[in-house]
Nanobody
Framework: QVQLVESGGGLVQTGGSLRLSCTAS????????MGWYRQAPGKQRELVAT???????NYADPLKGRFTISRDNAKNTVYLQMNSLKPEDTAVYYC????????????WGQGTQVTVSS
């Protein structure tokens, strides 16, 4: 079994910063793309950023410059540094990973709440 466990969410004021972490554990041969998505109340889940095992990144255009995704392959961990946070960044943030064992499957974390107060 594979688990993705997120941490680092919380309540922060406008302009503040948070760093999210997500660690994959279990039966893993290798991890391809890892990423972060978010879902605000009443809205669809949307892409925040992704990163390949080689370090190539992709960001949602509105978040470029404020959010930074990184990963530590040795620790099977992906990070999301969020700066200059705005109330509209309030959402549940989900970690996603494409993990290889006998086949490639997509896994999701349970989500971590980020609330930005105005």
């Amino acid at each position: 079994q594979v688990q993705l466990v997120e941490s680092g969410g919380g309540l922060v004021q406008t302009g503040g910063s948070l760093r999210l972490s997500c660690t994959a554990s279990g039966s893993i041969f290798s991890i391809n793309v890892m990423g972060w998505y978010r879902q605000a109340p009443g809205k669809q889940r949307e892409l925040v950023a992704t990163i390949t095992s080689g370090g190539s990144t992709n960001y949602a255009d509105p978040l470029k410059g404020r959010f930074t995704i990184s990963r530590d392959n040795a620790k099977n961990t992906v990070y999301l540094q969020m700066n200059s946070l705005k109330p509209e960044d309030t959402a549940v943030y989900y970690c996603n990973a494409f993990i290889d064992l006998y086949s490639t499957r997509s896994y999701w974390g349970q989500g971590t709440q980020v609330t930005v107060s105005s």
